[in-house]
């Protein structure tokens, strides 16, 4: 069974030996003896830092993945999905893919203001902007933060195609922009629901709404005149695969336009995070769950390769994929993604091209 008992997601906070940390530094004797004078640890608290890019737009050239480039409004994520595949990024900083990824995270405020200059460069060439890609745009900080409303803003002044992917409801907060880029073709949202369960995605995904306030934002969004993308991922294997079809199910209810899944990825950092996290919640499966995991994978945690990343092979993958596909037809959610305008765009206000409209 799983424990309930899950105020963050991973169970480790170890450093990256991938970027040359200081894994030899010295502590010090007195911090053996901190905890005994201090009493227990205080909790771990969420810490910002204000970071300062020169740019804002990020360029992707995989061949599998549906966009060339895409907005993160913020780095680490307050959600603490254990699988989440973006937590090695944080060893670029110096800092724990486990719950430094969780907990100490960094917010770029000057994310609107950057987009609109590179919107404005001479010869910009228009395709969707893809937001979600590394870390949740609407995770808790936002609330305060205002960062991804900020870029939506600037988005929908310039007529600019947008997708969003959350797993938060927050995102019903800016149907205001949402709602009228739908109309005119240029807005999409996929949101991602993983469990059914509340314990189990309370442990998954300790930090994350509800699974029914999620479906009940795909109504919303549905009803508002978005297309909206239910995705069932990650699929884990001996924990959610089960709920696969109930999750299709739920999706066409709530009135999505479409559904996918990924099979659960393991790359970097990721792969002993996520073994440390089966032994403390659900050690009874712990191994099958990562027998079936590498038989996905060609019998490693993970496989990198483009294109079987997203898909997996084997056995296993082959009956997720068959399962996924008669539940999908069934519900009539097998279609093509929805494609979005890129031929009204017109560059921000003030900027060079409007002197020759």
Request: charged share 25%.
């Amino acid at each position: 069974m799983a424990k309930t008992r899950a105020v963050r997601g991973a169970t480790l906070n170890a450093e990256s030996r991938r970027c040359n940390l200081p894994h030899t530094q010295a502590d010090g004797d007195w911090l053996d003896a901190r905890e005994a004078l201090d009493g227990a640890p205080p909790p771990l608290r969420t810490m910002v830092t204000v970071e300062h890019p020169k740019t804002i737009i990020s360029r992707n050239r995989s061949p599998d993945v549906p966009f060339d480039r895409s907005v993160n409004p913020y780095r680490g994520c307050e959600h603490g999905c254990i699988y989440c595949f973006a937590r090695p990024s944080h060893a670029f900083h110096d800092l724990s893919p486990g719950l430094d990824f969780e907990s100490r995270l960094f917010a770029k405020p000057a994310a609107a203001a950057l987009l609109r200059a590179e919107l404005a460069k001479p010869g910009y060439q228009v395709a969707p902007i893809a937001l979600g890609t590394n870390t949740d745009p609407y995770q808790p900080i936002e609330r305060e933060w205002r960062i991804t409303r900020s870029v939506v803003e600037v988005l929908a002044e310039c007529r600019h195609p947008l997708t969003i992917t959350t797993k938060s409801d927050r995102v019903v907060r800016d149907l205001d922009l949402l709602g009228p880029m739908a109309r005119d073709g240029l807005a999409a949202v996929a949101v991602s629901v993983t469990s059914l369960d509340p314990k189990v995605a309370m442990t998954v995904e300790p930090r994350a709404p509800h699974p029914e306030r999620r479906l009940l934002a795909v109504r919303k969004l549905a009803e508002a005149g978005l297309p909206v993308y239910v995705s069932i991922s990650p699929v884990i294997p001996a924990i959610t695969d089960g709920e696969m079809e109930a999750l299709v199910a739920r999706a066409a209810e709530a009135g999505a336009t479409a559904v996918g899944y990924i099979p659960v990825r393991l790359p970097w950092e990721v792969a002993p995070l996520f073994r440390a996290w089966l032994d403390e919640h659900f050690p009874e499966r712990a191994g099958k769950v990562m027998s079936m995991v590498q038989s996905i994978r060609g019998g490693r945690d993970n496989d990198p390769n483009f294109f079987t990343r997203m898909q997996g092979s084997g056995p296993w993958a082959d009956l997720f994929r068959a399962r996924f596909r008669l539940a999908a037809r069934k519900h009539g959610l097998d279609g093509a993604r929805i494609g979005l305008r890129s031929d009204l765009f017109r560059p921000p206000r003030g900027s060079q091209g409007e002197l020759f409209d």
